[in-house]
């Protein structure tokens, strides 16, 4: 796939460069904040090659591409002029229209997704660390774990500086300003002298001793404080030394504010959610992990999740570790057995590799390619992950199991749950996994109807691989359409009654001004062309009522067109209606039937 084509292709879906206010990515997804979101073309973007789905959530304009996002972001980023690591916003107005909820998701989004990858990463080796020694693999005494250890644990110890820099970037605060007010809090020599028994003032004012290595709130409320003490120092300051001075004085406010203040006001905060949620846990620890476990995906769908990862990164730092991302972690599993199980069940060949392949993803922890290409698509399995992944997590959740350092939820972060509670996360993952895998095998995927009477309900769970008759009548071949016998009626009387349906659940792709025809393509990329009648061009619309328009979505059984037969064949006209599957080249069609009474299967596609 040419990702470069892909990126200027969604560009161009989005409204182009001028109605981005601001891009990003996170670890699938392109985020945008647009200006206009009316001027972007959904449909078209989710019809790309290579693109998931679009979601639109907290303010949040997100394409879905899935593990190559990064791939697609970076011609992306060169093509509307931003650094390719850099969220850039110039809509100002549009951002104070944003209620406070999608600002604060969207700041806390902006602000981890930088470095997720490298968060989780580096605590994932913290956990095989821990499992190393378990094993009697390493001595924590020897120089080999020491020097491992730092570089997993480097990243959580400067976590402050990292925030400061992703934080400042989002409020256009001067990063390494940020990053400096960040490194004071963690200079070794002021750690020390807070550490120490004698008192530390700040003219007077007695600073309180606080550790802030691995700290979230602190460093973002004081770079949002920062955020409106630096365009105050810019208007004072003349030209000539601004780029000096800002910073200067930025600092001399900035770091004893925070060492005073704002400091110990997030870490009160921090405390308090802390020790709210570990309370909470402690009185139903089952049912935590139940709500946890079924929701957390729901949670994703619509990026409130982003609002747990400060919590998450506090307790481990407040605490040492972290109850809800094993429960977390089964949520996720249960998306990846359910894919499984739609990949064991469908016949769909593009379903199937989709299906295969976030599996995969799904167990390293990365569920929107399954979610938004197989279990929310089909509907049942993301329902029976749900509840898969609630039975899950009232298990590990009731076993007491724990993170002791922070990485991405999935199996590859087990190693992190060493100690109390792991076995129960560990059968917690298994169920979650094998009973979502089995109920979506046996329940999840819709079957095709056997049985002659189906109804409109039963036609509605359609595959992408099946097509309806469009009318009751008989069916003939193709090639006998033009034969004389039609006008005897030897071989039938046309349809059987004045209305066409659709045959698919896709989108109307053309129609025409003659009303006699119409062209489809269904979700699975079937293209369908409906004739009515032969010769019936030559009418230019008389006797026929068009009832859609183009790129309009239809279900099976919608109405398409309404047609008067009699008045056709009165006009010298054979109403026979030719069901065309124009790129047959894609497929091998099976399964005609002599006759049909209206919405009854007539073809079967199997993908080439």
């Known amino acids: 796939m040419d990702y470069g084509v892909l990126a200027n292709n969604i560009l161009a879906g989005v409204g182009g460069k001028d109605n981005i206010g601001s891009a990003w990515h996170c670890a699938t997804r392109l985020r945008f904040k647009l200006k206009d979101e009316s001027k972007?073309?959904?449909?078209?973007?989710?019809?790309?090659?290579?693109?998931?789905?679009?979601?639109?959530?907290?303010?949040?304009?997100?394409?879905?591409?899935?593990?190559?996002?990064?791939?697609?972001?970076?011609?992306?980023?060169?093509?509307?002029?931003?650094?390719r690591d850099e969220a850039q916003s110039d809509n100002q107005e549009e951002k104070k229209k944003e209620n406070i909820v999608n600002r604060f998701i969207g700041f806390i989004s902006s602000v981890f997704t930088p470095f997720l990858g490298a968060m989780a990463g580096t605590g994932v080796l913290k956990g095989l660390l821990a499992l190393f020694v378990t094993l009697g693999w390493l001595q924590e005494s020897s120089g080999t774990y020491q020097i491992w250890y730092a570089a997993g644990d480097a990243f959580f110890y400067f976590l402050p500086v990292w925030l400061a820099f992703t934080a400042a970037a989002h409020l256009k605060v001067?990063?390494?300003?940020?990053?400096?007010?960040?490194?004071?809090?963690?200079?070794?020599n002021l750690i020390t002298l807070l550490a120490g028994s004698k008192p530390v003032t700040f003219f007077g004012l007695t600073v309180v001793g606080t550790t802030y290595s691995s700290s979230v709130i602190p460093i973002l409320l004081a770079v949002w404080?920062?955020?409106?003490?630096?365009?105050?120092?810019?208007?004072?300051?003349?030209?000539?030394?601004?780029?000096?001075?800002?910073?200067?004085?930025?600092?001399?406010?900035?770091?004893?504010?925070?060492?005073?203040?704002?400091?110990?006001?997030?870490?009160?905060?921090?405390?308090?959610l802390s020790s709210s949620v570990e309370s909470v846990y402690r009185v139903a620890p089952y049912a935590a992990g139940a709500v946890m476990g079924a929701l957390w995906q729901v949670f994703v769908i619509f990026g409130v999740h982003w609002t747990f990862v400060p919590v998450m990164t506090n307790n481990i730092s407040q605490l040492g570790y972290d109850y809800l991302l094993p429960m977390l972690s089964v949520a996720v599993l249960a998306q990846s057995g359910a894919a499984l199980g739609v990949f064991l069940k469908t016949k769909d060949a593009k379903m199937k590799s989709l299906a295969g392949s976030s599996v995969l993803t799904g167990v390293l922890g990365i569920t929107e390619p399954a979610i938004y290409g197989v279990t929310l698509k089909l509907k049942r399995p993301f329902i029976f992950a749900t509840i898969a992944g609630g039975i899950g997590g009232a298990i590990a959740g009731g076993g007491g199991a724990h993170a002791n350092a922070f990485t991405l939820p999935s199996l590859l972060a087990l190693p992190t749950y060493l100690g109390k509670g792991f076995t129960s996360v560990v059968i917690g993952l298994a169920v979650a996994f094998v009973l979502s895998a089995?109920?979506?095998?046996?329940?999840?995927?819709?079957?095709?109807?056997?049985?002659?009477?189906?109804?409109?309900k039963k036609t509605e769970e359609i595959q992408d691989d099946l097509v309806i008759a469009p009318v009751s009548g008989t069916i003939i071949p193709l090639e006998s359409v033009k034969d004389e016998v039609f006008a005897s009626g030897a071989m039938g009387k046309g349809p059987d009654d004045d209305q066409i349906v659709s045959p698919i659940v896709g989108t109307v792709a053309a129609v025409y001004p003659s009303k006699?025809?119409?062209?489809?393509?269904?979700?699975?990329?079937?293209?369908?062309?409906?004739?009515?009648?032969?010769?019936?061009?030559?009418?230019n619309g008389k006797h026929f009522n068009q009832l859609v328009e183009q790129g309009q979505k239809v279900s099976v059984g919608a109405p398409l067109i309404t047609f008067d037969r009699q008045a056709i064949q009165e006009a010298g006209y054979d109403p026979t209606v030719m069901v065309i599957i124009t790129n047959t080249a894609d497929y091998e069609i099976t399964e005609t039937q002599d006759t049909v009474a209206n919405q009854n299967w007539l073809l079967q596609l199997k993908a080439l």
């Open 40 to 83: 972007a073309d959904t449909e078209k973007i989710e019809n790309m090659d290579g693109v998931i789905t679009v979601v639109k959530s907290a303010g949040q304009y997100q394409v879905v591409i899935g593990n190559n996002v990064a791939r697609v972001f970076e011609p992306l980023a060169d093509a509307i002029g931003l650094a």
């Open 174 to 188: 001067n990063q390494y300003v940020a990053a400096a007010l960040a490194g004071a809090l963690l200079y070794p």
């Open 225 to 272: 404080m920062l955020s409106y003490l630096q365009p105050i120092l810019d208007k004072f300051f003349h030209d000539s030394v601004r780029n000096i001075f800002t910073p200067m004085v930025s600092l001399i406010i900035m770091v004893p504010v925070t060492l005073l203040v704002v400091g110990p006001l997030g870490t009160s905060v921090g405390t308090v």
């Open 438 to 456: 089995v109920t979506t095998y046996l329940f999840g995927v819709p079957s095709r109807p056997k049985d002659s009477k189906s109804d409109a």
């Open 516 to 539: 006699h025809a119409i062209g489809l393509i269904s979700d699975g990329g079937v293209e369908v062309l409906i004739h009515v009648g032969i010769d019936t061009v030559q009418l």
